[in-house]
């Protein structure tokens, strides 16, 4: 019951069939301890008028009880947890509320891809927009981005680490204009380039020092072209940031829900054709992901 809990906290306003398929465990048993914390006044349900289904949303007692058991004020639990409910944080679960088309556009790329990784046997660790501003606490660029998820995924046969964090742009087009998705673009930058170098080793095993890459994914509801005309405006920043590593992909999101987040409907920058999220392959490797090898990094 804690679990489904903690899971309603961090993803409000999913119904109980949406929790099943991004929180892990007995069915039957998910939706007893659901009717459970609705018993308890844990939880609350929304509605929305054109919908029969609950929408599950933790209560300020729920956020209470979970802060208890961890030894933390409640509001202090949730910015570390990422969660919101109807309580302190309402503000935050109203502009979800009312923003619906947004929100359900979000929504349906974290089940997209939970399903995606639960088939590859991976595991998924998905955030909404309103946790980002605690999640790159620390870096001297503190709140510069605020995208609508991020995720850390790992699937098998990739490194322990998994692959780089994934920050999700999720783009409705006529809300967003070209000076306005350069801001966003440069945000990144700002991040990554504060972000601290670590030790490696160059492919001749000599020493050699790395920043950090990370991810940023743009899914446009409006066309493939819209994806296209994100990644050159994307080019147009990359060039006033050198040395700094971003990866910028873009898709359709008529492709992402279709095919899945996992097979290649990504775009990059001056590549014509659709490949993988994660970074490039070798060759050999890509071979073998279309003759039906499986996923891989």
Do not use: C
């Amino acid at each position: 019951m804690v679990d489904i809990l903690a899971h309603i906290g961090r993803h409000p306003l999913y119904t109980a069939d949406e929790l099943a398929h991004v929180a892990p465990g007995d069915v039957s048993r998910q939706r007893q301890g659901i009717e459970r914390l609705r018993r308890y006044d844990l939880i609350t349900a929304f509605y929305y008028s054109d919908e029969r289904a609950r929408r599950y949303v933790m209560t300020e007692e729920g956020l209470a009880f979970l802060a208890a058991r961890a030894a933390l004020p409640p509001a202090a639990y949730a910015r570390a947890a990422g969660m919101l409910t109807d309580g302190p944080t309402r503000p935050g679960l109203n502009a979800q509320y009312t923003n619906r088309a947004h929100t359900d556009g979000v929504r349906a790329l974290h089940l997209a891809f939970a399903r995606d990784v639960a088939a590859e046997g991976g595991s998924l660790e998905w955030w909404g927009e309103w946790a980002s501003p605690y999640l790159v606490r620390g870096l001297a660029v503190v709140g510069a981005i605020r995208p609508d998820a991020e995720l850390d995924l790992s699937l098998p046969g990739m490194p322990p680490a998994g692959m780089p964090r994934v920050y999700i742009e999720y783009d409705r087009s006529h809300q967003t204009q070209g000076d306005t998705i350069a801001t966003k673009i440069a945000h990144y930058y700002d991040v990554a380039a504060a972000l601290p170098a670590y030790a490696s080793t160059d492919a001749d095993g000599r020493p050699q020092t790395e920043r950090p890459i990370i991810t940023v994914a743009f899914v446009t509801e409006e066309s493939r072209q819209r994806a296209f005309n994100i990644l050159d405006t994307a080019i147009s920043v990359w060039r006033k940031y050198p040395g700094t590593r971003v990866r910028m992909r873009a898709a359709w999101l008529p492709d992402v829900l279709e095919k899945g987040p996992l097979h290649p409907v990504w775009y990059k920058p001056e590549h014509p054709e659709p490949i993988y999220l994660g970074p490039e392959v070798e060759v050999a490797q890509e071979e073998a992901m279309r003759a039906g090898q499986g996923f891989s990094l």
